[in-house]
Nanobody, 124 residues
Framework: QVQLVESGGGLVQAGGSLRLSCAAS????????MGWFRQAPGKEREFVAA????????YYADSVKDRFTISRDNAKNTVYLQMNSLKPEDTAVYYC?????????????????WGQGTQVTVSS
């Protein structure tokens, strides 16, 4: 099994920045890719960004492209999501997720490992 623990959420004004971290432990050698998803109240969970564990492949949702950056530090088994130019519509619970197989990076059903989520609130 793989355990994922997110941190770094909080309250920020529009235009501000936050960096989320996701620390993985356990059978991390089984991880093929990591992703970030978010869920706002009353809305479905949506894809934000993902990268292969090797870092070769990186994907972003159109809504966050050019504002968010996903990265990883394999030595620390940690994935980051740097969020800049935050907007009120970015407000959501952000979840870190891991998967063991290839496939569509934005398909949350393919991710078998999930963190507990961290709240990001962007005020206008």
């Amino acid at each position: 099994q793989v355990q994922l623990v997110e941190s770094g959420g909080g309250l920020v004004q529009a235009g501000g920045s936050l960096r989320l971290s996701c620390a993985a432990s356990g059978r991390t050698f089984s991880i093929y890719a990591m992703g970030w998803f978010r869920q706002a109240p009353g809305k479905e969970r949506e894809f934000v960004a993902a990268l292969s564990w090797s870092g070769v492949s990186i994907y972003y949702a159109d809504s966050v492209k050019d504002r968010f950056t996903i990265s990883r530090d394999n030595a620390k088994n940690t994935v980051y999501l740097q969020m800049n130019s935050l907007k009120p519509e970015d407000t959501a619970v952000y979840y870190c997720a891991g998967r063991r197989q290839s496939g569509d990076y934005n398909d949350y059903s393919l991710y078998g490992y999930w963190g507990q989520g961290t709240q990001v609130t962007v005020s206008s």
